[in-house]
């Protein structure tokens, strides 16, 4: 099991910006595919974005595509989530995830999740 740890979220107006971090614990960071899926209020928690464990395949929830950028940095352990174009329907728990697929953007392929940060759109 790897531990997970976000932070990054935050309130901010519609279009602004926000930048998601997933720092993970174990040596085995770079064998996992990692994701972010995020959970509004009254709703199930959904895929937003995943990336490979060389970083070479990303993949994108529609309703974030052209706005959001998944990323990580296997040297320090990190995932992240770069947010532009923010709308209100963009708020929501953000969690990160991952998986010992090469690549998912399926929830149940994944067994080890963070705490969450909170997400906060105004319009």
């Known amino acids: 099991q790897v531990q997970l740890v976000e932070s990054g979220g935050g309130l901010v107006q519609a279009g602004g910006s926000l930048r998601l971090s997933c720092a993970a614990s174990?040596?085995?960071?770079?064998?996992?595919?990692m994701g972010w899926f995020r959970q509004a209020p009254g709703k199930e928690r959904e895929f937003v974005a995943a990336i490979s464990w060389t970083g070479g395949r990303t993949n994108y929830a529609d309703s974030v595509k052209g706005r959001f950028t998944i990323s990580r940095d296997n040297a320090k352990n990190a995932v992240y989530l770069q947010m532009n174009g923010l709308k209100p329907e963009d708020t929501a728990v953000y969690y990160c995830?991952?998986?010992?697929?090469?690549?998912?953007?399926?929830?149940?392929?994944?067994?080890?999740w963070g705490q969450g940060t909170q997400v906060t759109v105004s319009s």
């Open positions: 174990g040596r085995t960071f770079s064998s996992y595919c």
């Open positions: 995830a991952a998986s010992d697929y090469s690549y998912s953007d399926y929830e149940a392929k994944y067994h080890s």
